[in-house]
């Protein structure tokens, strides 16, 4: 038997892309209208972005929170796993990230997210309407069914890359902490898109890259 350090990715990929992406489809049929609720949670959090309220941050924390929570174990756990052994592995770690969030929302100091004029702000809200608005449509610019499309709170890619958009508006070092397992998905990801040779393959190692860039950079908010 090979030992383990002989394996690369793609032993570990075990299904055809075929495959991977007919489970989004089986996965919003079974849950409508679960993403009606989904889209909801993405209008919320705009307009929180939008009305600048100081609880604004404090709500997109606990919405997160769920969003992770559900995508861990309706996703994760009951959809992946059953053909993806470390799937279950994966759940555990979106629970724990829901966990991070759900705390930054009840602490006195936690979530604080800040629209300025900076370039991490701009790209910030780039970033997360990608996720919220571009996305959902990848699946029919490279020709799957709309019923495989990526969604915000429904599927781990959106969310995350939506999550990564929403951590460049945090304020504060909390959002280096609440980026380690956003950015360790997106390679996690990024890696297994690009055995099955999927589209888009490196979009969210792209966006990773990018949003520990600019966290390590110094900001200067303005307006």
Partial sequence: MDEWWTYDIADLVLFTPETYFRLFEFYHRDWWPIQLVCLAMAVVILLCLRLKSGWGGRLIAILLAASWAWVGWAFLHLRLAPIHW??????????????????SGILPRGLEL???????????????LGALLAMPVTALL??????????????????????????????????????????????????????LEAPGALILPASAILTVALMLMPVNRRG
């Fill in 114 to 128: 800040e629209t300025g004029n900076s370039m991490r702000d701009y790209i910030g809200v780039f970033v997360l």
């Fill in 142 to 195: 490279t020709g799957r069914d709309w019923m495989q499309a990526e969604l915000f709170a429904m599927t781990p890619d959106a969310t995350v890359l939506a999550t990564l958009g929403l951590l460049l508006l945090t304020k504060g070092q909390v959002a280096i902490w609440l980026a380690m397992i956003p950015v360790a998905w997106s390679f996690v990801t990024g890696a297994t898109l690009w055995v």
């Fill in 86 to 103: 470390i799937a279950d592995w994966y759940a555990v770690a979106f629970v724990l990230q829901a966990l991070l969030f759900f705390v």
